[in-house]
T-cell receptor
Framework: DAGVIQSPRHEVTEMGQEVTLRCKPI?????LFWYRQTMMRGLELLIY????????DSGMPEDRFSAKMPNASFSTLKIQPSEPRDSAVYFC???????????FGQGTRLTVV | GESVGLHLPTLSVQEGDNSIINCAYS??????FIWYKQESGKGPQFIID?????DKRQGQRVTVLLNKTVKHLSLQIAATQPGDSAVYFC???????????FGGGTRLMVKP
């Protein structure tokens, strides 16, 4: 398996634009997590899914953020409209139900100007 | 995916020395802990884990110690190498058990 795959690796967008980040978890993993990493706040959990169902979205900062998992092999994190303070590295991670170890993707570096 | 921690605590060690990285966790209900390593431009990578029914676990060059009384976790790296230079995070599984909460991280710098 190629591991958790995220796209794009880098995204630069203008304030007010919609941004969509994509994630393909490791095949067979039941849990998918979206994290955000910033200098000020470190690694924060935004939302996680179990068997494609959102379980806890209490970390999603605002209604501008939304996440979906239409099937077991794909998830998106959308920001609409984007703001400069959304600039961060966004990580997707997945794990199986038999292990608590989460495997991370390479991240998407988002810059909103 | 850089760890952009300009204000991270930093540990600087000489190549070949042993390193000890410490972490204070917050939730007494946590029963599973992981140490992750994050190199520049990459996502966090698993190093070693420990369950709360243990107080020590050893890997190839790494050892994790858990002190539940004071909610403290440490990572010991033996014979530190330049390739060990990275940011290290401890993570705990918290109340729900299904997700990981990360600490702030420590930057390890290895001097040749």
């Amino acid at each position: 398996d190629a591991g958790v795959i995220q796209s794009p690796r880098h995204e630069v967008t203008e304030m007010g634009q919609e941004v969509t980040l994509r994630c393909k978890p490791i095949s067979g993993h039941d849990y998918l997590f979206w994290y955000r990493q910033t200098m000020m706040r470190g690694l924060e959990l935004l939302i996680y899914f179990n068997n494609n169902v959102p379980i806890d979205d209490s970390g999603m900062p605002e209604d501008r953020f939304s996440a979906k998992m239409p099937n077991a092999s794909f998830s998106t994190l959308k920001i609409q409209p984007s703001e400069p303070r959304d600039s961060a590295v966004y990580f997707c991670a997945s794990r199986s139900r038999v292990s608590a170890e989460a495997f991370f993707g390479q991240g998407t570096r988002l810059t909103v100007v | 995916g850089e760890s952009v921690g300009l204000h991270l605590p930093t540990l600087s060690v000489q190549e070949g020395d042993n390193s000890i990285i410490n972490c204070a966790y917050s939730n007494s209900a946590s029963d599973y802990f992981i140490w992750y390593k994050q190199e520049s431009g990459k996502g966090p990578q698993f190093i070693i884990d420990i369950r709360s029914n243990m107080d020590k676990r050893q890997g190839q060059r790494v050892t994790v110690l858990l002190n539940k009384t004071v909610k403290h976790l440490s990572l010991q790296i033996a014979a530190t190498q330049p390739g060990d230079s990275a940011v290290y995070f401890c993570a705990e599984n918290g109340d729900a058990g299904n997700m990981l909460t990360f600490g702030g991280g420590t930057r390890l710098m290895v001097k040749p």
